[in-house]
């Protein structure tokens, strides 16, 4: 699913009018009877009292729509505007008057801190205030009020967006941005959703679709793609019936030392795990037990050195690298590494300290195989990109970054973007229990696993952080957050794949 700026939503709608032959009226009206359905679904005529904030704009507008439905469904409404500026757009009018025609009660106009009603924890909250249309930010009675009903435990459903919030604009710290339980977004979801000083805002959220121009969305360039359940089954590649393991590839896993045999063991498992046909590890040589045991499918291949990784020498030919995890930062395993890398034509997967290897030293990046796939976590990538003041400017960092070396890069989080050039990937699955050691070692593992598979470099990257993702989410039904951990994701990663296709209509053959 495309995700698009506020201008591009903006354009979307003009032309749906257009198009459609429709009023703007009869799009808010869509809107707010889309919204009205779900609500209704929950509450089921539930006398809750419903105190539902309306700004001037068209966002208020749809909420002065939902009031006037809500009442028809008879709800105890309460409809308030806030009435910051005589600036109202015609919609939100036409909608102002239309209440009349279902209460006697007008809405309350607020004007000033004095105004604001009490909110109780018992209360639905609705905010229609600002949603695409924010252009700076909110000061004054409201922010106020914005903090007010962020200090209340009333149960909040934002109307497109949180209020407050842009939808692919930076914020200083201090904005006033209503946090909400759930919101409803229409049409895409926004960029400022899924990034980590923003994305807390929105609680859950459900992307109603409007019916907007199909042929606008088709043709826009988006700002990111959002990868849910649906792009990951069009990635996933069937097996053929006759294939063998020379077919699936071979992944070689470079990394280990003293006291983090576990990480590269990870790395290895996941990659058997999600299928590829041979799974080495290029380990320190008192690693060999160790990863023997941990991984009966994987063949060791040890370094001279005992404690760390010292020198880079095999006999293996047509594998794909995945290298760092575990594998500490002395200067032998740098120089190991970088024999690796001189030695390697095909895309490699570089994780941990191999990133912090590299960052130390540039001359590296430039001999690294174009498309090769890099997956730092936050720290990893400051050492990389240098710092940034904002979200918007670490993607962009990583968009030139990634553009001029022609590196992929996982930028792991709470919502995974996958980088390439200017693109990017926004990973939908995966839960705060993944948040634990070793998943980040699973991760490479899964994705080398896919490369070694012969998928696209960049699908690899993409299908294997949803898979990671998926199998953590499948996992934490039986575990619960708190009990994942790395292994259990990792076993997870063929439930998850057969869970992928769990619709009778699209099972594949072998599943
Ligand atoms: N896209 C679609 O397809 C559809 C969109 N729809 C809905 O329309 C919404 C967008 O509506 P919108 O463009 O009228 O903007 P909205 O968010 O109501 O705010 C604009 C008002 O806020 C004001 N204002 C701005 N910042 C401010 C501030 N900091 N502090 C104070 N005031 C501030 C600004 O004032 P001005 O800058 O002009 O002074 C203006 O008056 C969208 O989110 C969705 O809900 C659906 O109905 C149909 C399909
Ligand atoms: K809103």
């Given at each position: 699913?495309?995700?698009l700026?506020?201008q591009?939503?903006?354009?979307?709608?003009k032309?749906?009018?257009?198009?459609q032959?429709?009023?703007?009226?009869?799009?808010?009206?869509?809107?707010?009877?889309?919204?009205?359905e779900?609500?209704h679904?929950?509450?089921?005529?539930?006398?809750?009292p419903i105190?539902?904030f309306?700004?001037?704009?068209?966002?208020?507008?749809?909420?002065?729509?939902?009031?006037?439905?809500?009442?028809?469904?008879?709800?105890h409404?309460?409809?308030?505007?806030?009435?910051?500026?005589?600036?109202?757009s015609?919609?939100?009018?036409?909608?102002?008057?239309?209440?009349?025609?279902?209460?006697?009660?007008?809405p309350?106009l607020?004007s000033?801190?004095?105004?604001?009603?009490?909110?109780?924890?018992?209360?639905i909250?609705?905010?229609?205030?600002?949603?695409?249309?924010?252009?700076?930010?909110?000061t004054?009675?409201?922010?106020?009020?914005?903090?007010?009903?962020?200090s209340?435990?009333?149960?909040?459903?934002?109307?497109d967006?949180?209020?407050g919030?842009?939808?692919n604009?930076?914020?200083?710290?201090?904005?006033?941005?209503v946090?909400?339980?759930?919101?409803?977004?229409?049409?895409?979801?926004?960029?400022?959703?899924?990034?980590?000083?923003?994305?807390?805002q929105?609680g859950?959220?459900?992307?109603?679709n409007i019916?907007?121009?199909?042929?606008?969305?088709?043709q826009?360039?988006?700002?990111?793609?959002?990868?849910a359940?649906?792009?990951?089954q069009?990635m996933?590649?069937?097996r053929?019936?006759?294939?063998?393991?020379?077919?699936?590839?071979?992944?070689?896993?470079m990394?280990?030392?003293?006291?983090?045999?576990?990480?590269?063991?990870?790395?290895?498992?996941?990659?058997?795990?999600?299928g590829?046909?041979?799974?080495?590890?290029?380990?320190?040589?008192?690693g060999?037990?160790?990863?023997q045991?941990?991984?009966?499918?994987?063949?060791?291949?040890?370094?001279?050195?005992?404690?760390?990784?010292t020198?880079?020498?095999h006999?293996?030919?047509?594998?794909?690298?995945?290298?760092?995890?575990?594998?500490?930062?002395?200067?032998?395993?740098y120089?190991?590494?970088?024999?690796?890398?001189?030695?390697?034509s095909?895309?490699?997967?570089?994780?941990?300290?191999?990133?912090?290897?590299?960052?130390?030293n540039?001359?590296?990046?430039?001999?690294?195989?174009k498309?090769?796939?890099l997956?730092?976590?936050?720290?990893?990538?400051?050492?990389?990109?240098?710092?940034?003041?904002?979200?918007?400017?670490?993607?962009?960092k990583?968009?030139?970054f990634?553009?001029?070396?022609?590196?992929?890069?996982?930028l792991k989080g709470?919502?995974?973007?996958?980088?390439?050039?200017?693109?990017?990937?926004?990973?939908d699955?995966?839960?705060?229990?993944m948040?634990t050691?070793?998943?980040?070692?699973?991760?490479?593992?899964?994705?080398?696993?896919f490369?070694?598979?012969?998928?696209d470099?960049?699908?690899?990257?993409?299908?294997?952080?949803?898979m990671?993702?998926?199998?953590g989410?499948?996992?934490?039904?039986?575990?619960?957050?708190?009990?994942?951990?790395?292994?259990?994701?990792?076993?997870?990663?063929?439930?998850?794949?057969l869970?992928?296709?769990?619709?009778?209509?699209?099972?594949?053959q072998?599943?």
């Amino acid at each position: 699913m495309k995700i698009l700026s506020a201008q591009q939503l903006a354009e979307a709608d003009k032309s749906t009018i257009e198009k459609q032959q429709i009023t703007s009226i009869d799009l808010m009206e869509r809107v707010a009877t889309l919204v009205v359905e779900r609500l209704h679904a929950r509450l089921n005529g539930a006398p809750v009292p419903i105190k539902i904030f309306c700004g001037i704009g068209n966002n208020g507008g749809d909420g002065l729509a939902i009031a006037r439905l809500m009442i028809q469904h008879g709800y105890h409404v309460t409809t308030y505007v806030t009435n910051c500026s005589k600036k109202r757009s015609k919609d939100f009018l036409v909608n102002y008057d239309r209440i009349k025609d279902v209460t006697k009660d007008w809405p309350i106009l607020l004007s000033c801190k004095e105004d604001f009603p009490e909110i109780t924890p018992k209360d639905i909250v609705i905010d229609a205030v600002f949603g695409t249309g924010l252009n700076r930010p909110v000061t004054g009675w409201m922010a106020d009020l914005f903090n007010y009903i962020n200090s209340v435990s009333a149960f909040t459903v934002a109307i497109d967006m949180p209020s407050g919030l842009y939808a692919n604009e930076p914020h200083d710290k201090q904005d006033a941005i209503v946090k909400a339980d759930h919101t409803f977004t229409f049409q895409t979801p926004k960029l400022s959703f899924f990034l980590p000083e923003t994305g807390n805002q929105v609680g859950t959220f459900e992307v109603l679709n409007i019916g907007l121009d199909p042929e606008y969305l088709m043709q826009a360039q988006p700002l990111a793609q959002l990868i849910a359940r649906e792009a990951a089954q069009n990635m996933y590649r069937q097996r053929d019936k006759f294939v063998h393991k020379g077919n699936l590839g071979h992944v070689l896993c470079m990394g280990g030392s003293h006291g983090m045999m576990g990480s590269i063991s990870l790395t290895a498992g996941a990659a058997i795990n999600a299928g590829a046909g041979k799974v080495s590890a290029y380990i320190p040589s008192h690693g060999n037990t160790i990863v023997q045991t941990l991984c009966p499918e994987v063949m060791t291949l040890s370094s001279k050195g005992e404690q760390f990784i010292t020198d880079f020498e095999h006999v293996l030919k047509d594998y794909v690298l995945c290298v760092g995890p575990g594998m500490g930062q002395e200067e032998e395993s740098y120089s190991a590494f970088a024999k690796a890398v001189h030695q390697q034509s095909s895309p490699m997967i570089i994780d941990a300290d191999a990133i912090n290897l590299l960052a130390s030293n540039h001359d590296l990046l430039e001999k690294l195989p174009k498309n090769s796939i890099l997956t730092p976590h936050d720290g990893e990538l400051k050492r990389l990109i240098g710092d940034w003041k904002n979200d918007y400017e670490r993607l962009e960092k990583a968009k030139e970054f990634s553009a001029k070396h022609d590196l992929i890069l996982v930028l792991k989080g709470a919502y995974t973007i996958t980088v390439a050039e200017n693109h990017l990937y926004v990973n939908d699955s995966g839960n705060p229990g993944m948040a634990t050691a070793g998943s980040g070692d699973v991760l490479a593992g899964v994705i080398a696993s896919f490369v070694a598979q012969g998928y696209d470099p960049l699908i690899a990257t993409v299908f294997g952080v949803h898979m990671h993702g998926a199998s953590g989410d499948l996992a934490a039904q039986t575990y619960a957050h708190e009990g994942l951990k790395a292994s259990i994701i990792s076993n997870f990663i063929g439930p998850a794949i057969l869970n992928l296709f769990r619709n009778p209509e699209n099972k594949p053959q072998n599943a």
